[in-house]
Nanobody
């Protein structure tokens, strides 16, 4: 019911910046949350940041102060601004849309296809 398209990935040098976008379409209604995940080669997929329809945000510890998640309601788009990038940030980044029940618990979600972020000299 919800279709997600990620964009903005690419190759950057350490210390550089990149802005990822997740464009959502379909049956988008509150309450919901949108999250950015990443998966590096040989590693499990990990949560990077989340934002709710109300604007509440959360970040994993190792990206705090470097990454910023935001949303543009008019464009149905969630962005992830990534600054001071490190080689360990290299991964495929995915966005996930989750419908929430009362209390904030997700009961359904869908994923985008992912966009590659590579941080290397």
């Amino acid at each position: 019911q919800v279709h997600l398209v990620e964009s903005g990935g690419g190759l950057v040098q350490p210390g550089g910046s990149l802005r990822l976008s997740c464009a959502a379409s379909g049956n988008i209604y509150s309450p919901y949350s949108i999250a950015w995940y990443r998966q590096a080669p040989g590693k499990e997929r990990e949560l990077v940041a989340t934002i709710t329809d109300g604007g509440s945000t959360n970040y994993r510890d190792d990206v705090k102060g470097r990454f910023t998640i935001s949303k543009d309601n008019a464009k149905n788009t969630v962005n992830l601004q990534m600054n001071s990038l490190k080689p360990e940030d290299t991964a495929v980044y995915y966005c996930k849309f989750s419908r929430l029940r009362s209390g904030g618990y997700a009961y359904w979600d869908t994923w985008g296809q992912g966009t590659q972020v590579t941080v290397s000299p």
